[in-house]
Every structure is written in structure tokens, then in C-alpha cells.
């Protein structure tokens, strides 16, 4: 089955770093553009980071700029998203997504606490 | 950043009927490579978001045919040609042509 499971989410205070991974089944990802999407509670959704194929592109959305890395390991065919300097308004449903949303994850929860 | 702006935000439709929703752009969604990278999605209740159309109007796999996407440069729209109770959800349109990526604020279709 072609799926992207996400892990890693969790309770974190402000300030803290969490690292959230993605793992694709039933295809590789060496051929794919991937992101790392969020929606917080009640609001829409928002690009958060993209990389390119072989990881030598990264963009980020101003508001996570300096604080998150999004890294891929094409070999373990995963995504990656390190975040530090988490702050209250990362909370968040955050999605693993392949180029341009063609497949998307279950999603991780990731709540930051003052 | 573009700005992608839907209409309506709330969408009442009586089954077997029509609907459309409209995503209208800040700026032109032509990429500099002459591809135009405006994707709508579907996000059913509980669920994770589904693309439905990719580059204005390429339905994907699976995707029934009464979704049809249209449009060019800064205007764009979704139309269900008769819609079914597996419809209701949530609909967005996004653009990857231009960094940041941006959403539509989502376009929310219920049963009359």
C-alpha cells in the first residue's frame, strides 16, 4: 500500500525541540519533491518547509525560518523535521506530503505549552 | 506572499445539484516555466486532505469525473456537475507556483 506515516509528535514547552519523521511504504520518494504541511486548531492550512529530491533545496516559511530543518534520508525512503525553539503557536496538526499534495500522511499533533 | 482567496466560504447544496467554488490569486499562478500550478483538494470529515485536481485541470486517479477544475492566470474554479453525499468536506485550492506555497481559506460543502 502506498502510504506516508508520520511519528514523532507530541507535548512540548515552549522552547523545546521535537523531531518529527515520515516513512513512505509502497513507493520511493527519491523521485519526489516532499513538505511538511500544519494546520493549527481552527485555522487553515499552511506550508511549513519543502525539500527537493536529493535534498540539496530547502525552503521554509518565514515564521519557522532559523528554528526548523527539514532533512530526508532517501535510503531509509523518510522525511525528516527537526524543530527547535518550539514556540506556542507551532501547535499543530503537522502532514508529511509528497510534491505538489499528491499523497499526505495521517498527520502528527504537535502541541507546544508556556 | 500570494494570496488565494475562495468564494463562498460555505457552500449549502441539495444533492444531484451543481456547485462551484471560485480561488481567485493575488498575482498570475503562471509559473516561469509556463506551467500554471493551482491544485484543488478535497478534506472529508476525519480525514486527511485528498488533491483532486492538479495544474488547474488534470483530475487524479480515482477522482469521479463530475469534478471538473477550470480557469487561468488569477482565476480559477472547481465544479461538481451533481453532488453526491461523499462530497461533504472541506474544499481548498493551493499554489505551488510561487515560495511560500499558499492555501485558500477552504471552502465548506454541506447537505441541504
Known amino acids: 500500500e502506498v502510504q506516508l506515516v508520520e511519528s514523532g509528535g507530541g507535548l512540548a514547552h515552549s522552547g523545546e525541540s521535537l523531531r518529527l519523521s515520515c516513512a513512505a511504504s509502497?513507493?520511493?520518494?527519491?523521485?519526489?519533491?516532499m513538505y511538511w504541511i500544519r494546520q493549527a486548531p481552527g485555522k487553515g492550512l499552511e506550508y511549513v518547509a519543502n525539500?527537493?529530491?536529493?535534498?540539496?533545496?530547502?525552503y521554509y516559511v518565514d515564521s519557522v525560518r532559523g528554528r526548523f530543518t527539514i532533512a530526508r534520508d532517501n535510503a531509509k525512503n523518510s522525511l525528516y523535521l527537526q524543530m527547535n525553539s518550539l514556540r506556542v503557536e507551532d501547535t499543530a496538526l503537522y502532514y508529511c506530503?509528497?510534491?505538489?499534495?499528491?499523497?499526505w500522511g495521517q498527520g502528527t499533533v504537535v502541541i507546544v505549552s508556556s | 506572499d500570494v494570496v488565494l482567496t475562495q468564494s463562498p466560504l460555505s457552500l449549502p447544496v441539495t444533492l444531484g445539484q451543481p456547485a462551484s467554488i471560485s480561488c481567485r490569486s493575488s498575482?498570475?499562478?503562471?509559473?516561469?516555466?509556463?506551467?500554471?500550478?493551482l491544485n484543488w483538494f478535497q478534506r472529508r470529515p476525519g480525514q486527511s486532505p485528498r488533491r483532486l485536481i492538479y495544474?488547474?485541470?488534470n483530475r487524479d486517479s480515482g477522482v469521479p469525473d463530475r469534478f471538473s477544475g477550470s480557469g487561468s492566470g488569477t482565476d480559477f474554479t472547481l465544479k461538481i456537475s451533481r453532488v453526491e453525499a461523499e462530497d461533504v468536506g472541506v474544499y481548498y485550492c493551493?499554489?505551488?507556483?510561487?515560495?511560500?506555497?499558499?492555501f485558500g481559506q477552504g471552502t465548506n460543502l454541506e447537505i441541504k
Open positions: 498575482q498570475s499562478l503562471v509559473h516561469s516555466n509556463g506551467h500554471t500550478y
Open positions: 506530503v509528497t510534491g505538489g499534495g499528491r499523497l
Open positions: 493551493m499554489q505551488h507556483s510561487h515560495w511560500p506555497h499558499t
Open positions: 495544474e488547474i485541470s
Open positions: 525539500i527537493n529530491k536529493d535534498g540539496s533545496e530547502k
Open positions: 509502497g513507493f520511493t520518494i527519491t523521485n519526489e519533491w
